[in-house]
């Protein structure tokens, strides 16, 4: 595996890594994010965004233009996988979002993509703006800094980058992770010298 395996998680930001060549270091919230990404838009392009039903659905009061900004724009909505259904002139219930989301923070998110919507507007700017939208999914839904993971997680996280396309860089454009060769990090310590 060109990655190598995990070995120790660094400050809760970081997966040290072993490979043939040396040591890798991965930014795993940077790493994921782009893994979701990818995901995201691959489902999004097949019309299968895989959607997850919340056991109970979220209340989020929002501000009239927000509440316009949701109804002119209710079929993006779903088709990004989420239900929302307005209970009052201020108050929807989001029923459903996409699965990668079921753990984020749903109003959080919501005001979010309604802040990119109100932006970019409802015609088809929308659609070169997707892109946006789904970035702004994937962050909310990757793994956190500071959550622990197990080696088998950091493991699989490491083969679904491998397995990703561009995942050597996050969705703004920053490294996901570094390879240090063993010679440099001898030539650190004089090793051979």
Same mark, same amino acid.
């Given at each position: ?24 270091? #991965? ?23 895989? =959607?997850?039903?919340?056991? #109970? ?34 108050? #929807? ?12 923070? #749903? ?28 970035? =702004? ?26 397995? =990703? ?10 490294? =996901? ?17």
């Amino acid at each position: 595996h060109p990655l190598g395996y995990a070995i120790a998680q660094l400050h809760g930001i970081y997966i040290l890594a072993q490979n043939q060549r040396g040591m890798i270091v #991965v930014d795993m919230h940077a790493a994921h994010e782009r893994i979701s990404y990818e995901r995201m838009k691959a489902a999004l392009d097949k019309d299968s965004l895989p =959607t997850q039903p919340l056991l #109970v659905p979220v209340s989020l009061r929002l501000s009239m233009d927000e509440i316009k900004c949701l109804e002119n724009n209710n079929n993006y909505f779903s088709k990004l996988g989420f239900e929302v259904q307005q209970l009052s002139e201020d108050t #929807v219930a989001v029923r459903q979002v996409p699965e990668m989301l079921a753990s984020a923070d #749903v109003p959080e998110l919501m005001r979010d993509i309604l802040s990119d919507l109100a932006e970019h507007g409802r015609s088809t700017r929308i659609e070169d703006h997707i892109d946006g939208i789904l970035g =702004t999914m994937a962050c909310h839904g990757s793994v956190r800094a500071n959550r622990r993971l197990t080696h088998d997680e950091m493991n699989a996280l490491l083969r679904d980058m491998e397995a =990703t396309e561009r995942s050597d860089q996050c969705n703004h454009g920053r490294p =996901t992770w570094i390879q240090l060769d063993i010679a440099d990090i001898d030539k650190w310590f004089m090793r051979g010298q």
